[in-house]
């Protein structure tokens, strides 16, 4: 079902728990119609915190001169493979800053040195490139790729990005990826700067047009040091709603509980779950990586965020009803 606009403010502007209770309870039943009680876990690679752009939010943004950079070797990358592998995982997801160092060809090298040794699902979350790029990963056997649109309210994107970006080149982007066949996923920073209950209705409808297999949306989480250091963040309620109404609008995609989530509240990985997400991705980078691939501050990469606590993991969500699922979890249409 979709909801219309006047259904969307009204549940966006609620404080009543009574029906948000509700709603959060039909995300739930909606999303286990599909995928029963399971949550699918990914394997969280991240490769580097050098970047060429810079996103005036962003805590490893180019501009940032307080950043321990770091840059993971290939070997490095297959050894945290290997360990994830090993431990049950299927789906390899390799994120990072925008790093000129890597050329499209180290990519397609090291996609196809995965796919080669590992019975496991490629994501890449690598920002926006080109056509040829994105054809050259597929080729070398990606299969997913995750590209947030951030905003769909382009005055609200310019000002949270520099003049080079633009919404249009993202949405570019977007298209080609699923014109390559790419199970693609977007989303959007709840309660970035400048948002709002109305911009978020754009990026619901938005998000409608890109009809994709995977959505990430995250309550937004200022970084010292940025223009927005002392913007408020978003919070685990608007977050939930949010949650919720894509669930239901969008009954088979899979939607993580993300780590900025559990990073503003001890509960809200499971909130996020009982609100209609499916999905975790525990860290399985080298500890240093962890340590210094902060998007925002605060980025909790240890404990049930990491590989470390996959079964301790698995034994809280169980308290809640559901439990891990270590297979691939493709998107069905």
Known sequence: MLFSDKELREILLSEDQNFLEELYKEARETAKVTFSNKIYIRALIEFSNYCKEGC???????NKSSVNRFRLSKEEIYSAAETAYEAGFRTFVLQGGEDTHFTDEAF??????????????????????????????????????????????????????????????????????????????????????FTNHESHIKDIKLIREIDPAMIGIGPFIPSKGTRFEAYPAGTVELTRKLLAILRIEHP??????????????????????????????????????RDNYNLYDGKKASGLEAIEGVRELNEYLKEFGYEIEFTRGDYNV
């Open 252 to 289: 088979k995609a899979l939607i993580p509980s993300t780590t900025a989530l559990n990073t503003i509240s001890e509960t809200g990985r499971i909130k996020g779950i009982l609100s209609g997400a499916n999905v975790i991705m525990p860290n399985v980078s080298p500890k240093f990586a």
């Open 56 to 62: 005036y939010y962003c805590g490893i943004n180019r």
């Open 108 to 193: 397609a090298e090291i996609i196809s040195h995965l796919k080669k040794n590992y019975d496991a699902a490629i994501t890449l979350s690598l920002g926006v490139r080109s056509y040829e790029a994105y054809k050259l990963f597929k080729d070398a056997g990606a299969d997913r790729f995750l590209l947030r649109h951030e905003t769909a309210d382009r005055e609200i994107f310019q000002k949270l990005h520099p003049w080079d970006q633009s919404l249009e080149k993202r949405l570019k982007a977007i298209y080609d990826l699923k014109e390559l066949g790419y199970q693609v996923g977007t989303g959007f920073m709840v309660s970035a700067p």
